[in-house]
Every structure is written in structure tokens, then in C-alpha cells.
């Protein structure tokens, strides 16, 4: 399958990828970042799957979401009949579960079933049995209970069951994890927990105030950032998946089912501009909790809970997806200076007060710590947000994050009445100001470059408008958005920086796809510089991406049309609601 040919289904602690032809290849229990059980995704069907489709039929002949949820309707018609496959995860309970519904349209229609669970990201063969008429699978720390309307048949790494289903006809089949240490879990009802799902979803987007003719690619991605939401904990995944490749073949593969406070930060923005504040607050509970310690321990990501420990390792069993190896778990990015992100953390603290979070005493000590940090480290060279593995340097848009942070610091002691060094701050934003227009602008070119000295441009110097650190009709703002459509764009989409052999700047070989967030950067820049119809005509080529259920990924591949990296990716989403709200 394709990147694009996957659909996600989710509980709000974890998710599964369903692909177009009926197949479960991807799945993680009980948490986003716990071991895949299901990891077809980066094999072959020995690595784990569950399919469940009409006999002797690929590619489903339409899907869709159920309105506005996160139940799929998979829809199969053959020369007998019709018929649909619906998948969804029910809100969690004592335990995560998985149903497949088959519903009979029309017809009559015959079915099959195939089921290889494996553990530990495809390495664990569990044992496998029936007991009271559920059939049990177990290794190490995770036990399977597979409630289904028919007896699965062991075959070779397989259990397969046949069957027919005729119009009117439902049959069911539920997916029940927990540990293998604890006793058997209750099953569930499956129509039961369809219409409470159906609740749950609707209830929730029923508080999105948005209009406008983009609404529904808008709720869209506003269901998938709540999808990966870790609702225990209000921690927020960069996506569900790991190592899906920046470049098919290449080695760019990265574990992305973690925190980063970036994202989670620009996330927390967007929900809170479309009226989901709740989620707002426990995002800031989480992030408080996370960063509790020293300022200068600061991570850029973290694990759901808050772990700090990500350690960055490759899993050789896996031949990686389409052949991109290595398959890694873990992130070593944890461990990165990027000065950008205590801009993006103070500006989200501003930001949900002044639109309508409550007052948190503790929040504010806490940016004032983070301040005190970076008033001292702010001048460093650091690894940026594009997270190079090459040497650090000063990059232009870890500076202007920093001119970010004091900004809001001093607009939240003007507006929002709270008491810290005004006037030190405020000379810390001047100072950063006059020496990125000193040190980050080529005069020659007209263009505020990569990093200091550097002649490269890169796609983050499109947020300098956004931020406002400087205004829109700024001639060094439109000259740096006239470089970057000379430089980086690829048939309309945008590179994030040049990558050759000539520029070694992220220590990696290979290239990589147009980043969809920079295109949505530079919709959003078009707009605010006078460039409307520009603006529009990009954002709706964007949307045209999306695949056939709304969905996008990290990056695009104008030249094959494919999605690349992880998917779907939380930083393309909120950034496809931040462009339609700015263009609305």
C-alpha cells in the first residue's frame, strides 16, 4: 500500500492504520509509542496484520468516515452484492479494543478473515488458543482475546476464517488487548460501542464554532490532532507511526510517536482558535508536569507520560517500508538544543490566556524560569527545528522563536497583568531583533538566510511575517518569500531547505519530499503580504493532497505523487487549520 492509502482509526491513547484493501497493518497497544502488534506497515505479512474483505477482491471500491467521526466505513462491491467493513476503537475503557463490523448491503457476499498477530514490532510469535469460544493469543507482557462470529482455523502463521454474510446480515469481530498477567478480560458489545463512539465523536465536534466552505477539511484535521491526543495525560503525538521514509529507499525514518512541544504547543494554538479550550488546559497540565525541574533541562519532545528517556534504537528485523531501512524506535532528537521551542511554548502560554484558558500561577513562574534560561543560552548555535545532525549554527528562525518568546513575556506583563523585568526583557527583544536584521539578512540578495552567514534560504523564515517580528509589507519579508519560491519550491510545494551534497547542513544523505507545512507557511505569507487569490489557489492545491478519507503526511513527492513520512502528521494538520482560519 501507499502512504496515502491508509485511513486511521484511534481511541485517544492509541491508533491503528487501515488499509484500502481491508488490512490492519499497523497497530500499537496499549499506548502510541508501546510495541506494534500489527507491523506489516515496515515488513511483510510475517511481521503481523489483520485483513478482512471479500474473497478474491483488492482495493475497496469506496471508503469514508462516518460523518464527523473516526469510524470507518469500508464499502465493497462485487459482482454477488455489497457489502461494508466498519472499523473504529471504542472510547477506552478497562481495556483498548478494535471492532470490525461486516455489514451486508445488498446480495449476498463471500468474506475472509486473516489474522497473524506478532508482538514486539513483528519479533514475538505468541501462543495462540481458543478458550470459551474466544480465540487467545500471548508473549511476554501481552495477551490477545479475539471475540469473532466463527471459529479462525490455524494455517501456518495464520488464523483464517470464511463466511458469508447477505443484506441485513452484521457480524462482528472485536479486538481485545491487556496484560498477560491479568485475568481474562469481559467482552464487549459491539453495537453498542459503535453508537457510543458515534457520541463521543459528534458531542466533540459539536464544539468546533468554524465556518466557512473549508469546515470539513477543517474538522478533518481537527478530529485527527484530538486522535493523537494522548487523553490520559493531554500529551499530544507527533503521529502515530515511526520510520515511514522522508525518501523511499533512504535512511531519513523516524520515530515521530512522541511529544515535541513544538508541535504539541502549535496543536494546542489551533485547537484553542476552533473552540476547544478544555484540551488547551490539559495540554498546559501535561507540559507543567514534563518540564518540572531545571529550566535548562528543558527536551524538546517527550514520551506520553512525560518520560524523558528516548533512547534511539534500530530494529533489524524490519526491512523497513518499501525497503527504507533502518526502522528505528526512539527518538535521540530528545536530546537536541533548539532555542526555538521556548519561543513556541511562551507564545502558546499567551496565546490560551488570551483566549479564554484561566489563569495557572504556576504557569507563569514556570515561563519565567524558561525566560531566565534563555536570556542566557539565546546567542548559542543550536540544531534548530528541522533537528540537523550536522554541526549546530545560528539559525535565523531559532532567533527570531527567541525575539518570539520576550515578546509575548512582555505582552503578557502589558496585557495580561502579570508582574516580571519589563524593561530587561524588552531590551533582550531589541537586542535579538537588530542582530538577526544585522547578522540573518543577505543585503545583496534581498533574503534572510538559513542561518548566519549561510547563503542557503530555508522554509522557516516564512513564519517571520506569522509571528510578527516583523510587518507583512516589510521589503525584507517579501523579498525573503520571493527567494523562497525561486529556491525551494518544487511543482508549487516547498522544500524546507535545499539538500545536495553540497550542503551537508542536516549531516544526512539522500533528499526528501516537499514538507507540507511549509506550504502551508507560505499560504498563510502570501496572504498576509497582499497575495490572496495566490494564497488561496495554493491552499486549495494543498487540500487536493488529502487523501480519499481527509488525511495528509509529513510530506509529498510531487514527481511520483506520493505521501512521504510519518502519517498522518500532526504538524501538516494544524497547520492546514492555522491557513483556513488566516484566509477565512
Known amino acids: 500500500m501507499r502512504i496515502e492509502d491508509y485511513a486511521l482509526i484511534g481511541d485517544t491513547q492509541s491508533a491503528a492504520l487501515v488499509a484500502r484493501d481491508g488490512s490492519i497493518d499497523w497497530l500499537c497497544l496499549p499506548r502510541f509509542d508501546s510495541p506494534a502488534c500489527f507491523a506489516k506497515l515496515l515488513g511483510d505479512e510475517s511481521n503481523g496484520f489483520w485483513r478482512l474483505a471479500p474473497a478474491g477482491h483488492e482495493m475497496a471500491t469506496r471508503r469514508a468516515y462516518a460523518d464527523d467521526t473516526l469510524i470507518l466505513e469500508t464499502v465493497w462491491e462485487t459482482s454477488t452484492g455489497t457489502v461494508k467493513v466498519v472499523d473504529f476503537m471504542p472510547p477506552r475503557h478497562a481495556n483498548p479494543a478494535l471492532v470490525r463490523i461486516v455489514e451486508g448491503v445488498s446480495g ?67 479486538f481485545t488487548w491487556h496484560p498477560s498477567h491479568q485475568p481474562e478480560p469481559h ?52 503521529a502515530p507511526t515511526t520510520s515511514l521514509p522522508e525518501h523511499l529507499g533512504g535512511v531519513r525514518n523516524w520515530d515521530y510517536r512522541y511529544c515535541w512541544l513544538r508541535d504539541a504547543a502549535m496543536t494546542l494554538d489551533a485547537l484553542t482558535e476552533s473552540g476547544y479550550v478544555t484540551e488547551a488546559g490539559a495540554w498546559l497540565d501535561w507540559l507543567l508536569r514534563a518540564i518540572a525541574g531545571r529550566p535548562e533541562d528543558l527536551q524538546i519532545m517527550y514520551g506520553v507520560a512525560g518520560e524523558r528517556r528516548l533512547p534511539e534504537q534500530t530494529l533489524d528485523w524490519l526491512p523497513g517500508y ?62 534548530g527545528l528541522w533537528e540537523v545532525r550536522g554541526p549546530r549554527r545560528h539559525f535565523v528562525h531559532s532567533k527570531v522563536m527567541a525575539w518570539v518568546a520576550a515578546d509575548r513575556q512582555v505582552r503578557a506583563i502589558k496585557e495580561l497583568g502579570h508582574t516580571g523585568p519589563l524593561r530587561r526583557w524588552r531590551a533582550m527583544r531589541d537586542r535579538i531583533h537588530a542582530e538577526v536584521c544585522t547578522k540573518g539578512f543577505d543585503r545583496e540578495r534581498g533574503t534572510f538566510t538559513q542561518s548566519y552567514g549561510s547563503h542557503e534560504v530555508d522554509a522557516a523564515l516564512l513564519l517571520i511575517p506569522i509571528v510578527g517580528f516583523l510587518p507583512p509589507e516589510d521589503r525584507r519579508v517579501t523579498g525573503t518569500i520571493e527567494a523562497i519560491e525561486r529556491e525551494l519550491m518544487t511543482d508549487c510545494f516547498v522544500l524546507r531547505y535545499p539538500v545536495s551534497e553540497s550542503n551537508d547542513i542536516d549531516g544526512l544523505p539522500g533528499a526528501e519530499g516537499a514538507f507540507l507545512a511549509c506550504s502551508f507557511w507560505l499560504a498563510e505569507a502570501l496572504s498576509l503580504v497582499g497575495r490572496k487569490d495566490e494564497a488561496m489557489a495554493l491552499f486549495e492545491r494543498l487540500l487536493a493532497l488529502t487523501n480519499d478519507v481527509g488525511l495528509l503526511a509529513e510530506e509529498y513527492d510531487p514527481v511520483q505523487g506520493r505521501h512521504l513520512g510519518n502519517f498522518p502528521q500532526a504538524f501538516t494538520h494544524l497547520q492546514l487549520v492555522h491557513t483556513a482560519l488566516a484566509l477565512c
Open 108 to 174: 449476498t457476499v463471500d468474506m475472509t478473515t486473516e489474522i497473524s498477530i506478532r508482538f514486539d514490532y513483528g519479533r514475538i510469535i505468541p501462543w495462540t488458543r481458543r478458550f470459551g469460544g474466544r480465540l487467545h493469543a500471548i508473549g511476554g507482557p501481552d495477551s490477545v482475546w479475539i471475540d469473532a462470529p466463527l471459529d479462525l482455523e490455524g494455517s501456518g502463521d495464520r488464523h483464517i476464517g470464511t463466511f458469508t454474510v447477505a443484506a441485513g446480515e452484521r457480524r462482528s469481530f472485536v
Open 187 to 238: 467482552g464487549i458489545d459491539p453495537g453498542e460501542q459503535l453508537a457510543e463512539t458515534s457520541r463521543f465523536w459528534e458531542e466533540w465536534v459539536s464544539r468546533c464554532w468554524l465556518p466557512g466552505r473549508h469546515r470539513a477539511a477543517v474538522v478533518r484535521s481537527l478530529i485527527t490532532l484530538k486522535a493523537l491526543t494522548y487523553s490520559p495525560t493531554g500529551g499530544i503525538v507527533a
Open 322 to 383: 518499501e525497503g527504507s531501512r533502518p526502522v528505528r524506535i526512539g527518538n535521540d532528537a530528545a536530546g537536541q538544543l533548539q532555542l526555538d521551542v521556548y519561543g513556541e511554548v511562551l507564545n502558546c502560554f499567551y496565546r490560551a490566556r488570551k483566549l479564554g484558558l484561566p489563569p495557572h500561577d504556576y504557569a507563569w513562574s514556570t515561563a519565567c524560569r524558561l525566560m531566565d534560561f534563555l536570556e542566557r543560552s539565546w546567542a548559542q548555535p543550536d540544531e
